[in-house]
């Protein structure tokens, strides 16, 4: 599907963002880390019952997981995260977001690595309307 670049960064979950972060976004894309993958591949298409989108431009930021049927952001900190600049920077992010009515909840690498169940029903109770979960078959 071709966009018009003026079409394209008028819609509204993009909340204004310009064509450069639009590519350094789909660059992210290629580049995830193993804790980013492991988790998209839980929560893509629509697997916890709404869409979400992964290294999603908003604003001035890159989200690394954003639902746009939610308002959620969902970021994945690894070890850099725990100095104290990065902290000021996140706090300030998540308040800037926070203006535009979206959450940001966040999970560092090792959760995800050694609880990737717990995030991801961290994540669905996130959600406005947490999905019922899906009937087991006989046998499971």
Wanted: overall charge positive.
């Amino acid at each position: 599907m071709i966009y018009r670049r003026s079409l394209r960064l008028s819609f509204p979950f993009y909340y204004n963002v310009d064509a450069f972060l639009l590519r350094l976004a789909r660059e992210q894309r290629k580049n995830m880390t193993p804790a980013e993958k492991k988790l998209w591949q839980r929560i893509r298409g629509m697997r916890l019952g709404m869409k979400f989108r992964r290294q999603h431009p908003i604003n001035r930021f890159i989200a690394d997981f954003y639902c746009h049927e939610a308002r959620l952001v969902v970021e994945i900190d690894g070890g850099y995260h725990d100095e104290e600049e990065q902290q000021k920077y996140d706090a300030g992010r998540t308040k800037e977001l926070e203006e535009f009515d979206i959450r940001v909840i966040r999970f560092t690498n090792a959760e995800v690595e050694e609880n990737l169940a717990g995030v991801v029903m961290r994540i669905k109770n996130s959600l406005p309307h947490p999905p019922a979960p899906s009937p087991q078959r006989e046998g499971e």
